[in-house]
């Protein structure tokens, strides 16, 4: 008997071992508090950032005042974590191919109507926090201090694809369910892991009582005289409302200049005519200015040049004839044949996998070529405009930071301004240059005046002209432009076209020259990596700026 029984322990623990080898593919963080183990499989949501350690239920919101400057948070207690989960729907598969090929569903549902669900994009979060996570403690909104995490996007893109419709003023039901899928062939979705649901009270259309908004005075700047022209003043007061209310998010500054004056300035957020700005790759624009520079001066010969006369290829990774003739317009039209996109995750050029190395001009040459659709096609190169920036370092007088100094800072007379350099202290002209306001709206209106500034022309008109010349289509964007580190594009407003060229930043940072009206408009923005940073632009400027200022 008694050997019988331990027979039956022995087969028992044996199956439970099995069980658990099924079960789990990787050691997770377990049930990390009372908290936690009192919750699994639920989500709640909180009105600001917590840290999970000092988490409490108490902090859990039922019933939510849902306005344009309310922050949302949501904790999700789970029994595992996702990798686990994968490894249920498909045992066969490593943990590397798990978190690779799947991730968590999100499902957003406002009044028990599904609203919209995402299946997150493999390999966010990273992979070992995919392995060991039982909590996820994200924003789904975060006015302060959001940059665009995974959790802010899938929020972003809810709100595009239905959420703003959905979301009407008064009283709603918001709920969140969370599963996992797998792709390996057809998607495969798992069992519910947690869900939760939250009261709104929606209030997100302001009343604007433009009665009760006051335009904020212009005065004279160094270089800009004010204008006296009319303009729809009620249209700019509306809009100042809306950016003040938060319809309009994370707007520093707004600046128009009209026929060379300063017609509209206004800042928010708390900032100041004297803030210097980070307009992050409106930068890049300065550096195609100061190779057209310098090509006038013949520190360079010609935008026609090749990397082979500034660098020896063959002392990098990947050589190839292609990268040999790769030349100066390559770089600054990207559209050079360096296997580099900043708009495909998987590039091994990506700008993400540039910052983490110790020498960014070593990385950017020795990526390998690309022998399809990338070679002499537009595609978003960062990484190329670190080479422009290192061969003007080395080709000009003094370097870099002192040529631009003298050449173009101080004849604009721009004095405050704050470079970011790269790991060898060059300056960054990826995208790092920071100045004022109204100082970037110098560097439009020298462009708008054809290169000259007080008389002196500082820019040549023949390299004003090539940069405002339409040198690549922009894939994947009917009618859209690339030129020298400059876009182009054609605003609407009043049923009619407006064409301009433009620098333009991550965060929804604009410097803008319009080509057949006398306007150089510049907007700073500090909603870095949210979907609605450009967007929202485009409707400040068609829908308010424009219609106020052209007649």
Not at 121 to 149: H, M
Not at 232 to 237: F, V
Not at 275 to 291: C, E, I, M, N, Y
Not at 476 to 491: A, G, P
Request: glycine share 8%.
């Amino acid at each position: 008997m008694k050997h019988l029984l331990l027979i039956s322990c022995l087969l028992i623990l044996n199956a439970a071992y099995i069980y658990a080898q099924t079960e789990n593919i990787v050691k997770t963080e377990g049930i990390t508090s009372e908290l936690h183990r009192n919750n699994i499989g639920k989500i709640y949501f909180t009105s600001n950032e917590i840290a999970f350690p000092d988490l409490k239920s108490s902090d859990f919101l039922s019933t939510y005042k849902l306005t344009n400057k309310s922050n949302l948070f949501f904790i999700a207690f789970m029994g595992n974590s996702i990798t686990n989960y994968l490894h249920q729907l498909n045992p066969g598969l490593s943990a590397d191919s798990l978190v690779k090929s799947g991730n968590y569903q999100f499902t957003l549902l406002i009044d028990n109507q599904l609203i919209y669900q995402s299946n997150l994009y493999p390999g966010a979060p990273y992979a070992r926090i995919q392995d060991s996570a039982t909590v996820i403690n994200k924003p789904l909104i975060n006015n302060e201090n959001g940059n665009g995490l995974w959790s802010e996007s899938f929020w972003n893109r809810f709100m595009h694809f239905g959420g703003d419709s959905a979301l009407t003023e008064g009283r709603h039901l918001l709920r969140m369910e969370i599963k996992p899928y797998l792709k390996a062939g057809d998607i495969k979705v798992g069992e519910l892991i947690a869900a939760g649901n939250l009261n709104l009270i929606v209030e997100r259309k302001p009343v604007i009582n433009i009665a009760n908004i006051t335009l904020s005075p212009v005065k004279p700047y160094n270089g800009f005289k004010v204008s006296k022209e009319i303009f729809n003043t009620n249209k700019i007061k509306e809009l100042k409302g809306n950016v003040e209310e938060g319809v309009f998010k994370k707007i520093s500054s707004i600046v128009v200049i009209k026929n060379g004056k300063l017609l509209i300035e206004e800042y928010f957020n708390g900032e100041t005519r004297y803030t210097l700005h980070d307009p992050r790759s409106v930068g890049k624009s300065f550096a195609s200015t100061l190779t057209g520079i310098a090509i006038h001066e013949n520190y360079l010969h010609t935008e026609n040049q090749r990397l082979n006369e500034f660098y020896n290829l063959h002392a990098f990774e990947n050589y190839s004839l292609q990268k040999e003739n790769v030349t100066l317009k390559d770089l600054l039209t990207m559209s050079s044949a360096f296997d580099g996109n900043d708009e495909d995750e998987n590039s091994p050029g990506n700008e993400e996998n540039m910052y983490p190395t110790d020498d960014w001009v070593k990385f950017a040459l020795g990526l390998p070529a690309k022998k399809d659709s990338l070679n002499n096609n537009w595609h978003y190169f960062t990484a190329g405009v670190i080479l422009l920036g290192d061969i003007l370092n080395k080709t000009v007088p003094g370097g870099l930071e002192k040529y631009a100094d003298e050449k173009l800072f101080k004849p604009l007379g721009i004095l405050n301004y704050k470079w970011q350099y790269t790991p060898q202290h060059v300056p960054n002209t990826a995208g790092g240059i920071q100045m004022n306001a109204l100082d970037f709206a110098k560097y439009g209106q020298l462009y708008k005046n054809g290169g000259k500034w007080n008389g002196e022309q500082l820019i040549s008109k023949e390299w004003v002209l090539k940069t405002f010349t339409k040198q690549k289509q922009i894939t994947d964007r009917n009618n859209e432009f690339y030129s020298y580190l400059f876009w182009n594009k054609t605003f609407k407003a009043n049923n009619k076209s407006y064409e301009a060229y433009y620098c333009a930043g991550n965060g929804g940072n604009y410097i803008i020259v319009f080509i057949n009206q006398p306007l150089v408009i510049v907007i700073t923005a500090t909603a870095y990596g949210q979907s609605y940073a450009h967007p929202q632009i485009n409707k400040i400027l068609s829908d308010y700026i424009l219609p106020a200022i052209i007649k």
